[in-house]
């Protein structure tokens, strides 16, 4: 029988409840702090918050587990989190917590069933932005926890992620994606490589700067040489060992067809480029490709990701819904005329917003995105019957698509983007939200994946601790769990930007290389402790 130590401590609970943390020992129980608390009865004596916060309170807490894999534990089994809210209302925020004027006896009590915490649960206690529970369940649980917490923990086993032979990919709906995004290569992105800017056109600050800066020729030599360096066999072969079976291949209009006027794009070798790696990974090592139309005529989300910032004159434009369909054309042509045509699947759209910074839709837009994608269905279904098609939700939700798309189309898959960088999410507890979030778009009529996930949170990113690797893992399987899987944003990430509050640059949040390196991917195989 494996004991596991686990503490739990809080630091001044008013000017650092968000530096509540689990550290885990294999060994020992830590003693972190000044007051060790011994029995149920030492918990809070205090009675407001602000005097909870002059004592520095160190839970430790053995857990003898039996070590259980979840393929015998079912969704419903009483083993998984049993702290769940139930309604908003009963719980509190974040900031209630830095109101002095607080009593413990305002808190609402939850009740936990404690024949069934885990350690899940004890983690849990913090909450996340969604399930807020935060202190809450802690100052009215921990003593009871405290007496005795005898309980399995529950684990993960990563999956050998299917990889279909070339040509046989099972759909969406059967398949469980394990994937990495190529962003940043076919389509520019200053965040990603800035020394790719800085080192060539400073001033620039997308692709089309980028190239209207330098000018065509010397723009245009700069990228072929891209085209065939940034990314290559190495990293897929990197990519293939830690069981990635999918690549998201972002891609512009202009890879299709010239620059329309005024935009400043460079036409040339993006096509041969996306082919020849998607050739190797399916070939060598039975990927899927998504060949992902990221940047649509005329600009559909006005961020730097389309390749000019500040466009977006897609919506309601006629001249820029006809190019759109020829670009779905030519890329549905394309894909048919690979050797491995099978083994892809046509992203229609990224990340549309009808305004600029609005993460959301209108009755309007959604309108409007319908009337793309039955175009653009339409156009793929004359060529295939069965090529599958991914349409974005736009931040929506893939629910909010069933009224239209339910029983559509066989071969339809929605693209959502989970991300924890806006939002107020703290490192610690966005894990949980994303199992929530993974767990609530289960039930969407068409089969979902989540295209873009990194581990950036809005508060507390630092390194030192297993925060990062939690947030990973925890993405990683509830995607594979409840979802048809994901695509980690992004394969290779430089970004320069300080995000953590250790001063940890953006790279450490958004590169798989990075993170793969430093051992925070599993490999297929891998037992985790499970946080969904
Ligand atoms: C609580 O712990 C912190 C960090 O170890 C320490 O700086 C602080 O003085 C302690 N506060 C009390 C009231 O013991
Ligand atoms: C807390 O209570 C005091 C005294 O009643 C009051 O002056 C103060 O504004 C309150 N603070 C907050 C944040 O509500
Ligand atoms: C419509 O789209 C075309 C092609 O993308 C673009 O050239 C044009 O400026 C757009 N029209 C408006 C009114 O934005
Ligand atoms: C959602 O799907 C899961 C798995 O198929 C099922 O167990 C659950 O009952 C469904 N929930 C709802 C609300 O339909």
């Not at 040509?167 to 992105?189: C, I």
């Not at 042509?333 to 099978?342: E, F, K, M, R, V």
Request: aromatic content about 12%; proline content about 5%; glycine content about 8%.
């Amino acid at each position: 029988m494996k004991t596991t130590f686990f503490t739990a401590g809080l630091i001044g609970l008013a000017t650092a409840l968000p530096q509540a943390y689990i550290q885990e020992s294999s060994s020992a129980v830590a003693q972190t702090s000044t007051t060790s608390v011994a029995s149920p009865q030492d918990v809070p004596q205090a009675t407001t918050l602000t005097q909870a916060a002059a004592v520095n309170v160190t839970l430790s807490v053995e857990v003898p587990a039996e070590v259980l894999d979840t393929t015998s534990v079912k969704a419903d089994s009483p083993a998984l989190l049993t702290t769940s809210p139930t309604e908003d209302d009963e719980f509190l925020s974040l900031a209630d917590f830095f109101n002095p004027n607080l009593s413990i006896d305002d808190i609402p009590a939850v009740s936990v069933d404690l024949s069934t915490v885990s350690k899940r649960d004890l983690q849990g206690l913090f909450g996340s932005q969604i399930s807020r529970g935060p202190f809450v369940n802690f100052l009215r649980v921990a003593a009871q926890i405290f007496a005795k917490v005898q309980k399995v923990i529950v684990f993960w086993t990563c999956p050998q992620w299917i990889r279909p032979a070339a040509n046989t990919f099972p759909g969406w709906r059967n398949y469980k994606s394990n994937g990495v995004n190529l962003g940043g290569w076919l389509v520019l992105e200053k965040n990603i490589q800035p020394s790719f800017f800085e080192d060539n056109a400073p001033s620039a600050i997308d692709e089309d700067s980028f190239c209207q800066v330098l000018g065509e020729v010397k723009c245009g030599a700069l990228l072929e040489e891209r085209y065939k360096t940034y990314i290559t066999e190495k990293d897929i072969d990197n990519f293939a060992s830690f069981g990635v079976n999918t690549l998201r291949i972002p891609i512009g209009y202009w890879a299709y067809m010239p620059a329309i006027a005024g935009n400043h794009y460079y036409t040339g070798g993006q096509k041969l480029a996306m082919q020849k790696i998607a050739h190797y990974a399916i070939t060598k090592h039975n990927m899927h490709i998504l060949v992902d139309l990221h940047a649509l005529p005329g600009g559909q989300n006005g961020l730097d990701n389309q390749g000019k910032t500040g466009q977006l004159t897609w919506w309601h434009n006629e001249t820029a819904f006809d190019l759109s369909l020829e670009m779905v054309r030519r890329a549905t042509d394309d894909i048919l005329a690979q050797p491995h045509s099978g083994s892809y699947t046509l992203s229609l759209i990224n990340e549309p917003l009808p305004a600029l910074y609005f993460f959301g839709q209108t009755q309007d837009s959604i309108a409007y995105l319908n009337k793309y994608y039955t175009a653009a269905l339409k156009e793929v279904r004359q060529r295939s019957k069965t090529l599958p098609v991914a349409i974005s939700d736009g931040f929506i939700g893939p629910q909010t698509w069933d009224p239209y798309w339910t029983n559509v189309d066989d071969h339809l898959v929605i693209d959502t983007h989970i991300y924890f960088f806006t939002g107020g999410a703290y490192s610690y507890d966005a894990a949980y939200g994303a199992c929530y979030l993974a767990k609530s778009y289960q039930n969407a009529s068409n089969p979902t994946f989540i295209g873009e996930w990194s581990i950036q949170a809005t508060n507390f990113n630092h390194l030192g601790d297993n925060t990062r690797r939690d947030f990973f893992r925890s993405q990683l399987q509830a995607y594979t769990q409840y979802l048809s899987g994901g695509m980690f944003w992004n394969g290779k990430h430089d970004g320069d930007t300080v995000v953590g509050d250790d001063g940890s640059l953006q790279k450490y949040y958004w590169s798989w290389e990075i993170l793969a390196s430093e051992g925070i991917v599993p490999r297929p195989g891998d037992k985790l402790e499970s946080l969904c």
